[in-house]
């Protein structure tokens, strides 16, 4: 997969060290297409904005790595942009930007880097910024971000109790995979890797399996913790090449992990009489 230079030479010769910061970008994106633990959330990710758009009714271009200029030289992983210039209303125009690092947070139980989050909202303020403002919407930008990211959550959210969610989502991810990289086998490993046959609203957390070195995942439905490694499930009670199964958080770990941690450790502790890992 070649990064894509959208630059002009002149823009290529004012960037001081730009062939070095390309080998580096290039490095990066050889080694994520090895990884399909990585290359599955990037396609996730894009996946997630490609649905929105297309819910609303537009047609999407799905973009590679690549280098661009938008007053200064940066490199991109990924990006989703629509054929046509689009404005929705305010929590529309914030569920597309907020679809991808949702869908991998809930999805993968791992949330998305913090700069790619802090990208895809800065890219909402502007975005909000450049768009008329409709009469029940409020006048200052900050109230007005706020009041989109909080309804457009909600909608989201509320989108993935939907069988039909699923099935957008599904498509909008092999597709930016097969454009992308000419492939199609994220999708299928992801679905055994998170259980997509298990309801999405159930809180997934990635974490580590203490004794194996291995991702786990821990399935919350809010009364019950399972654990599923390689997308089998385990009991606190069971193990894995004669080793317990305690777990430990991940970082970057989602709201809560520690807690759900924390209470499977104690049940392996339980049957096991192992010291609990904290």
Known sequence: MKVDVRLTAEQIAAEAGFPDRLARFQIRCDKLERDIREKFRLCLHEG?????FRRFGHDVCLHGPHFKYDGRVRSVLGAVS??????????????????????????T?????????????????????????LPSEPEEISKRLDRAQFLAEFAVDQDMQEPQFLRDLEQATRDYEKQVFDTDETWDW????????LPLWWKRY?????????????????????????????????????????????????????????????????????????
């Open 190 to 197: 992801a679905a055994k890797e998170y259980r997509f046959d």
């Open 82 to 107: 629509p054929i046509k210039r689009t404005h929705f209303c305010d929590w529309k125009d914030a569920a597309v930007f907020m679809a991808g690092f949702m869908v991998v947070e809930r999805f």
């Open 48 to 52: 997630g904005h490609a649905m929105y």
């Open 109 to 133: 139980g791992t949330p998305e880097d913090e700069d790619v989050v802090d990208n895809d909202l800065e890219l909402l303020k502007r975005k909000l910024e450049a768009s008329p403002r």
């Open 206 to 278: 990635s974490v580590g399996l203490s004794a194996l070195g291995y991702f786990g995942l821990l399935i919350d439905d809010g009364q019950r913790t399972r654990l599923f490694f390689e997308g089998k499930e385990y009991g606190p009670g069971d193990r894995v090449l004669r080793a317990p199964l305690e777990t430990h958080v991940f970082e970057p770990s989602r709201k809560g992990a520690a807690e759900v941690v924390q209470r499977w450790n104690e049940a392996v502790h339980a049957t096991s009489q192992v010291p609990t890992f904290r």
